[in-house]
């Protein structure tokens, strides 16, 4: 994998204003609260964390599906933070998005054929060698040309992602926001659409972000992870690395819930149990945001939020105290 970085963020936020009654003051949901990190050209970065911490909100800010709150948002070194539509639509081909549940990211009332047809209008490609292209798509997916003349309700869940991806592949992206994109579909089929995903990242020289709640396939599947928590990550580092040395008290509790086949290592491992609720967007904690549920927190923990340190080579944490923790 090249060192070459594609995507850039430097304190990036997303807010979300939410309406109060009675003229009350604008409150903000700060779904994503000061990320700085990189996504590096060919890599799959997986993102985790508990639902609601932000994953998507980040992945479709850095596509620029949504506008930028605050802080500054690269791709290929061009600063893309405030572009407007017009110089958007050049890099808007380039980012794509897998998402979630296929059936509703895909048009009910159109065939195949139309829900290909229209990104390729749009990259202006001639109506004469669409058809080519779509059937070359298909094929690369798994799916036959027959497939065209039909509509997602006549698919599996499994299909429909594979048209989903296929639809994202059609304008020639470089990056594609992969945000569990595996979640909703039966257990049998997860593994086969990975895979799939795999050999379009090596064949196309793809790079990845993937949101996934599944720790063990996030494990499989990545290059680098980062655990986000309430807005921000919290720890960086190789995909391997994390699992076999998570050093933030955030992460050690969430890896400590996936069950291990080697009774011996089990036993060795403790069970971190988190305690309280995730706290709301809406009212963040003061300081570090993990701190109304971490065993370890001080006063200064309470008063400051800790930034990302790199803590071991390429490992990069975000906690005052994780040398004294660990
Ligand atoms: N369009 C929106 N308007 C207002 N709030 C939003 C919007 N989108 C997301 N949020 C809020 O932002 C926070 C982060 O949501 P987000 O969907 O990014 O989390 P997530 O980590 O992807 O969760 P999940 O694992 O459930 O998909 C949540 O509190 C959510 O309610
Ligand atoms: S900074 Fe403090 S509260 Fe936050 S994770 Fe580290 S020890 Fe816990
Ligand atoms: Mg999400």
Redesign the pocket.
């Known amino acids: 994998m090249s060192q070459e970085i594609l995507i850039s963020t430097s304190e990036l936020k997303?807010y979300?204003?939410?309406k109060t009654f009675l003229g009350g003051k604008t409150k903000y949901?700060?779904?994503?609260d000061g990320v700085t990190m990189d996504i590096r050209k060919g890599e799959t970065f997986g993102?985790v964390?508990?639902?609601?911490?932000?994953?998507?909100?980040?992945?479709?800010t850095m596509i620029r599906m949504?506008d930028v709150t605050d802080g500054i948002l690269t791709y290929k070194g061009k600063d893309i933070t405030n572009a407007k539509p017009a110089e958007l639509k050049e890099f808007q081909n380039k980012m794509q998005i897998i998402f979630?549940d296929p059936y509703s990211a895909l048009n009910p009332f159109w065939n195949v054929e139309e829900i290909l047809n229209e990104p390729l209008k749009q990259i202006g490609m001639p109506e004469a060698e669409r058809k080519d292209r779509m059937e070359y798509l298909l094929n690369k997916v798994g799916m036959k040309s027959d497939d065209l003349i039909k509509f997602p309700y006549e698919f599996s869940g499994g299909q429909r992602q594979r048209i989903g991806i296929a639809r994202a592949l059609s304008v020639n992206p470089e990056f594609i926001m992969c945000?569990?994109p595996i979640a909703a579909l039966d257990v049998s089929i997860q593994a086969q659409v990975v895979n799939m995903l795999e050999d379009l990242q090596n064949e196309f020289g793809l790079t990845y972000l993937f949101?996934a709640?599944d720790l063990s396939m996030v494990r499989y599947i990545s290059t680098r992870i980062g655990v986000?928590y309430l807005?921000n990550l919290v720890e960086i580092t190789e995909s391997n690395e994390l699992y076999d040395n998570p050093l933030h008290p955030y992460t050690q509790a969430l890896l400590s819930a996936i069950p291990i086949a080697d009774p011996k290592r089990a036993r060795a491992r403790e069970r971190i149990k988190l305690t309280g609720e995730l706290p709301?967007?809406?009212n963040v904690p003061e300081g570090c945001h993990f701190a109304p549920r971490c065993p370890y927190a001080t006063e200064q923990c309470r008063a400051d939020g800790p930034k990302l340190r790199e803590i071991g080579r390429s490992h990069f944490v975000a906690c005052h105290h994780v040398e004294e923790i660990n």
């Open positions: 997303k979300f204003p939410v949901v700060k779904a994503v993102l964390g508990e639902s609601g911490c932000g994953k998507s909100t980040l992945g479709r949504y979630q945000d569990e949101a709640h986000m807005g709301s967007p809406m």
